[in-house]
């Protein structure tokens, strides 16, 4: 599970229940697939409650004319029934009545109105029109209703959005509550480099420190390439600038998200990133390791700890030195499948001479099963780093 990725669709679900989002922190361990189906599905079960009465009520809409549909639907019906009404018209009719409807009688329909029936109707709406509603929408700051819809927007409206935006945090803002993650990738390729470069530079600016999740929400949902992009530009800006992205990790427990994305950064970025000074402590590395075991990230955070120092290596042993056996027979496995099993020895080579033994019995019982070579690169690992010695008597006949 991703953290940030929850905590968007918490908010979306708090909204479409109307409750405060901390009333449903009982499901904050929910994968954030099981809270969007459970969003959806309520959102179904209401309509579905409720939708014969929206059929008949979209008759006479299609049937009446446009000017007449939309006074009876601003002035007797209101927005939200307006926007079930929507769902059920073809999209040109629904066109045709919004002509008639005042920008923020649309905007407060589009708080109500599901993005899956209105893809068509949106393109047929002017951009004018559209760009007006966007507006409102953002004087209101109601991030959670452009999101649902800025993915389905042409990019010349995007673009033309964009630029009546001065604030890069409210861009963020729309990012991390977007419902077409997808999308990302090219809304960051569409707006100009300069807004981009602003927005990653927020981190450094503890007054704005409410917007620095929805900042890692934009660098971990964007595609591989973008990811190393990103990280390039924030390295460029200096070490302090990577060590407040890493502040914010460790502040908002969002490694889980984190990992993966320093993975993807380019090898110097990579060396530069594990071995920041913050890194070292007891503390910060106890929390990188847990979300490495809880989110099956062990194979990643071995690519990473190859580039380690002295220090980041002691600090992940320390780490590592009270955890449960089956944590090591995770990793033992995370290191069998990228063939990192020199960087995993170096680092039980500095862990209590307690726990050696019970560290290379969980070796010994992958050995049996690899090929030749396999075994004597494990082999000389443990005599590199003075293990041999202690190595059980099955991975001794292995490596024979």
């Known amino acids: 599970m991703t953290g940030l990725a929850a905590r968007a669709e918490l908010i979306k679900l708090g909204r479409g229940l109307d409750v405060e989002t901390g009333q449903l922190d009982f499901l904050g361990s929910q994968a954030p697939e099981v809270l969007r189906q459970l969003r959806v599905a309520l959102s179904d079960r209401i309509f579905d409650e409720q939708r014969q009465l929206f059929r008949v009520l979209a008759v006479w809409a299609r049937w009446l ?16 029934l307006t926007a079930r009404i929507a769902g059920e018209l073809p999209a040109w009719r629904a066109a045709a009545i919004s002509r008639f409807l005042p920008p923020f009688f649309m905007a407060e329909v589009a708080v109500a109105l599901d993005p899956r029936s209105a893809r068509e109707l949106i393109g047929l709406l002017p951009v004018h029109q559209v760009v007006a509603i966007a507006r409102i929408l953002l004087d209101k700051r109601d991030f959670v209703t452009i999101g649902r819809f800025v993915g389905l927007l042409p990019d010349d409206v995007i673009c033309e959005v964009a630029e009546g935006i001065a604030d890069e945090g409210d861009l963020l803002e729309i990012v991390f509550h977007l419902e077409s993650r997808e999308r990302i990738d090219h809304l960051v390729r569409i707006l100009p480099s300069e807004r981009i470069h602003n927005a990653m530079m927020i981190v450094c600016d503890q007054s704005r420190r409410e917007l620095w999740p929805k900042l890692l929400a934009l660098v971990t949902n964007v595609g591989y390439g973008l990811k190393r992009e990103l990280g390039d530009l924030a390295a460029s800006q200096g070490d302090e600038v990577l060590a407040a992205i890493v502040r914010a990790a460790q502040e908002e427990d969002l490694w889980a998200d984190i990992l993966p994305v320093v993975v993807c950064l380019s090898p110097e970025v990579q060396r530069r990133v594990v071995n920041l000074p913050f890194l070292l402590a007891p503390e910060v590395m106890r929390n990188i390791l847990k979300a490495a075991d809880e989110a099956g990230l062990w194979t990643s955070l071995l690519s990473l700890a190859a580039s380690m120092n002295e220090g980041g290596r002691n600090a992940v042993a320390l780490a590592l030195s009270d955890v449960d056996s089956e944590v090591f027979d995770r990793i033992a496995y995370a290191a069998l499948l990228r063939a990192q099993f020199d960087t995993v ?49 099955a991975s001794a006949q292995a490596a024979g």
Request: charged share 15%.
């Open 65 to 80: 004319p446009a000017w007449l549909a939309a006074g009876l639907v601003r002035w007797w019906l209101g927005p939200r």
């Open 345 to 393: 020895l170096d680092i039980v080579g500095r862990l209590p001479v307690s726990r050696h033994g019970e560290c290379l019995a969980i070796l010994d019982r992958y050995v049996g099963g690899l090929d030749a070579d396999t075994v004597a690169y494990i082999h000389g690992a443990l005599q590199a780093h003075g293990l041999e010695h202690l190595a059980q008597p």
